[in-house]
């Protein structure tokens, strides 16, 4: 039942997408994006961020792409779940889905028993945004969230674009 005021959670995703554009500038593919993968250098507001547990990251040509079944299932992308070939855009996904989290405190697509259901929601379902919490985020910030959630990687926002995004 944790969440973050939705000031707060953008300063952190801002953090969290300008790390995540410099690994993607020495084309490394963290490919294991979660808050447990995420430290604050302090429990200060304005702390700063070092994404850990680079174990099965790989690096990634412009035009190259990965087909090994790599991530934690409620942060990995469709394409990976459908054994789909993938390039860096997985970890966007993974950042619209610790977007999700942070905000709404739970994951977008979950089951509490079944995984196959996980895998379901995820490669075919949009994100809810139901409850009280999701009243009063910010539309700035759905879109950010569901743009990073796009189930087609080629429709997906980018790094640079989620950086540069209106919710920031």
Avoid at 7 to 13: E, G, I, N, R, V
Avoid at 107 to 115: G, S, T, V, W
Wanted: charged fraction near 30%; charge should be negative.
């Amino acid at each position: 039942n944790f969440h973050l005021p939705e000031p707060l959670a953008c300063k952190f995703m801002h953090k969290m997408c300008a790390a995540v554009y410099y690994i993607h500038s020495y084309g490394i593919a963290h490919r294991d994006l979660k808050p447990e993968n995420v430290l604050m250098t302090s429990k200060d507001e304005n702390a700063d961020l070092r994404i850990l547990d680079f174990g099965l990251s790989k690096i990634i040509g412009p035009e190259e792409k990965c087909t090994e079944p790599y991530g934690t299932l409620s942060y990995v992308a469709p394409e990976v779940l459908l054994d789909k070939p993938y390039g860096k855009e997985v970890d966007l996904w993974s950042l619209g889905v610790i977007t999700y989290l942070m905000l709404g405190a739970a994951l977008p697509f979950d089951d509490k028993n079944d995984e196959e259901e996980i895998a379901r929601k995820t490669c075919l379902e949009d994100p809810p945004y139901k409850g009280n919490l999701w009243k009063k985020i910010s539309k700035e910030a759905k879109d950010f969230i569901s743009r990073l959630l796009e189930k087609k990687p080629e429709k997906r926002m980018n790094i640079k674009e989620a950086l540069e995004h209106e919710w920031f």
